[in-house]
């Protein structure tokens, strides 16, 4: 089995910011930053429920945010990812205080956290914010309908790399603890396509996987891997946030 060289050992990456939040006007900006506590998001964690009334809302920094579609008799199938470019709660900007979609925390890490009733006061005195959000719930719709034709179209192999790559730019780390239980949930895939996939990849030399945990060792291989999703997924958010 290949072992990772010193050099291609996981290396820490900078601290993230809320993208989201650093493209406001800096005083509302600001105001928001000082209005927002700080919280430590575990792994797992349920965020909120769909159909339910939103109680916070969050920017993730370093956390990230899975949102998952419950259908009776099926394991949750995930058709989104939140991390530190945008938010959980989007959907407030637009007057509707219940979730779409069940959200749990994907990734461990920092967030930062707002009670849904400030918020709200927020969007009535700042017009600069509901125009931000509404942009994001559009770029957050993009990419709902392109997971779906991902899912239905798009073999597991790039599929999964794809969603390797969407994981990599919000963990902030090169090294994942991933399962593959848990990759064949969020793949909406049995765990066998899993270990075919992921063993597709690791012939490749462009990650190393053993015992539940994913080290990428080759960025670029993995996007040459990846289905086109990916590349218009980010070109819908450049386009907007811009």
Known sequence: MHQPSDSQKPQPLEPATNRLLQGLPPKLRDHLLNSCELVNLQFG?????????????????TAFISLVTLIDGHQP?????????????????????????????????????????????????????????????????EQLAKTTACIHFHETEPRLARWLLMTHDRTHADQLHLTQEFLADMLGVRRSSVTVAAGALQTK???????????????????????????????DYENIFS
């Not at 964690?45 to 920094?61: D, G, H, N, Q, S």
């Not at 996987?209 to 291989?221: N, T």
């Not at 993995?222 to 590349?231: G, H, Q, R, T």
């Open 45 to 61: 964690t349920i965020l909120c429920e769909a159909e339910r009334p939103f109680k916070y809302v969050y920017f993730p920094l």
């Open 205 to 235: 030399k462009i990650i190393h996987y053993s015992r539940g945990e994913i080290i990428i060792l080759d960025r670029k291989g993995l996007e040459s891997a990846a289905c086109e999703c990916y590349n218009m997924m980010i070109r």
């Open 77 to 141: 199938l995930e058709v989104g990812l939140i991390g530190n470019e945008g938010m959980l709660g989007s959907t407030l900007s637009l007057g509707i205080p219940t979730a779409p979609l069940r959200a749990l925390v994907q990734g461990s890490g920092k967030s930062l956290r707002l009670s849904a009733a400030q918020l709200r006061r927020e969007l009535h005195a700042a017009p600069a914010l509901v125009n931000q959000l509404n942009s994001y719930v559009y770029v957050q719709h």
